[in-house]
């Protein structure tokens, strides 16, 4: 009898008189080898096992395969690896090596329950879908849904993370940024408004920076002020900052969408320093009047951009309780005039205009670039569920994968040509690695891609990772 070949050729252009033929059949092979740094970066720091803790669960615990733990790795080593979607896992539970980053014991799967699951040692996206779906409340008599997030420990999570993963261990100043981004909804989903500025139905969600250091994002609708919630945000997260560093000075920064009387109350009734972007209009334009002609002038003698600063003090006509210290930035441009203000409760003492504005005030764009990595890289912007409950977990999941790997960067990539890159590339230079998976009773043997390009970089970062927690 004929043994029949079930081997799929797929048959590409030949080279010279050699053909050149593909087929699927390499083995347990992964395109993710460097999920191995995630794992490193995981158990050193228990970023998910910390985080699984923020979660009850209801389920009868003799009969799972998947604990909370194993499934929040997935999840989000899954986004860490550029893997959005929940569809995405139907495939990826095959991967032996992300089982092996998620402490699977059985990475290959082959001691699963049911017949249908041999051979996938990781959830199915109906599993997961179940996670992030989950309401409050007594969920034991659930039939599917049995796992509950407690929104207030995940709350509190990232600023315990932030305080024990922040370099200098007693700051004598901290900066604290604050920003509003928008994030376009598809649908008829819960919480639905259109927002003017940004020309379409979306959320309107909160973020909160130290630096690269993530302390809070905030799922909200988007027929609201920008600002609305900063307050509430930062009596939750000054006490606890304030417990660790008891001395600490903390300056909140912000565009002028923050700029509103209570904010700036609250501050000032509670030592905390601000400095805010403020909305330019016809009495702050005639106050910088004589500057900006300056400014003018010497455009037009040099071709080259000009500014002038002028420190004064500034209360509005009926909005704030009192007079600030205001600065403005007479710019004249190819353009024409550009002015700029900013409040503060600094001193003229203490800080010069031109760095306050130049050096501090101007610094707060770089946040813009942690929130870009968020919503276009970690997928913060995949609320596509039909709740805001889920959606905002969905959110959470995105900034767990940000701090694993912010933590990645600062330690991991400190002195590389990479020390300073974002997480897209960090994935694909580090992350996206083809390996071969050799699994035995007493090893799992990776054997890494010869032609891996960044040898020498990844085998930097492992070092700079082991001496980071020696």
């Not at 909370?68 to 929940?86: K, N, V």
């Not at 702050?284 to 002609?293: Q, T, V």
């Not at 020498?456 to 990772?465: Q, S």
Request: aromatic share 10%; hydrophobic share 35%; with cysteine.
């Amino acid at each position: 009898m004929k043994t029949e070949c079930k081997t799929n050729f797929i048959k590409f252009q030949p080279l010279n008189n050699k053909e050149i033929i593909a087929a699927f059949d390499g083995g347990k092979i992964t395109t993710d080898a460097g999920a191995l740094l995630l794992r490193e970066i995981e158990k050193r720091n228990s970023f998910i096992d910390d985080f699984s803790k923020c979660f009850t669960d209801y389920r009868n615990q003799e009969k799972i395969e998947h604990t909370i733990t194993e499934l929040l790795a997935q999840r989000i080593f899954g986004i860490c690896l550029g893997y959005e979607d929940l569809n995405d896992h139907d495939e990826l539970r095959h991967d032996p090596l992300l089982a092996a980053a998620c402490d699977k014991i059985d990475p290959l799967g082959n001691n699963r329950e049911l017949l249908r699951d041999k051979g996938k040692a990781l959830a199915g996206k109906s599993t997961l879908n179940r996670l992030e779906l989950s309401q409050e409340g007594d969920l034991g008599n659930e039939r599917y849904k049995k796992i509950e997030a407690n929104f207030n420990a995940i709350e509190n999570y990232f600023i315990n993370v932030f305080l024990k993963t922040y370099p200098d261990k007693n700051p004598k100043e901290i900066i604290i940024d604050l920003d509003a981004t928008d994030d376009p909804i598809h649908g008829n989903q819960e919480g639905k408004f259109f927002h003017g500025y940004y020309d379409c139905y979306c959320y309107l969600p909160l973020y909160i920076f130290c630096g690269n250091y993530l302390l809070g994002a905030k799922l909200r609708r988007s027929n609201i002020d920008g600002c609305e919630g900063s307050i509430e945000e930062l009596e939750r997260i000054i006490p606890m900052i304030r417990e660790k560093w008891p001395n600490v000075r903390i300056i909140i920064r912000g565009d002028s969408g923050f700029c509103r009387e209570k904010i700036m109350n609250w501050c000032e009734n509670n030592g905390v320093d601000y400095i805010f972007g403020l909305s330019k209009n016809d009495r702050l334009k005639k106050m910088i009047e004589k500057e900006m002609i300056e400014a003018k002038f010497e455009y037009k003698k040099t071709i080259q951009p000009a500014k002038i600063y002028k420190d004064f003090k500034y209360k509005t006509l009926d909005s704030w309780s009192k007079e600030r210290r205001v600065i403005g930035k007479a710019e004249y441009l190819e353009l024409g005039e550009n002015p700029r203000f900013i409040v503060t409760t600094l001193k003229e003492d203490e800080i010069e205009a031109k760095k306050l504005y130049e050096e501090i005030y101007c610094a707060r764009g770089d946040m813009e670039n942690r929130i870009k990595e968020q919503q276009l890289y970690l997928f913060a912007d995949r609320t596509s569920t039909a709740y805001m409950r889920s959606n905002q977990l969905r959110l959470w999941f995105s900034c767990v994968a940000y701090v694993i790997l912010n933590e990645l960067r600062i330690h991991g990539l400190k002195g590389t040509e990479c020390e300073k890159y974002q997480c897209d590339n960090i994935r694909l230079k580090l992350l996206k690695i083809g390996a071969a998976v050799k699994i035995s009773v007493r090893r799992i043997y990776i054997s890494l891609s010869e032609s891996y390009p960044y040898k020498a970089m990844f085998l930097r970062v492992m070092e700079n990772i082991f001496a980071s927690t020696a």
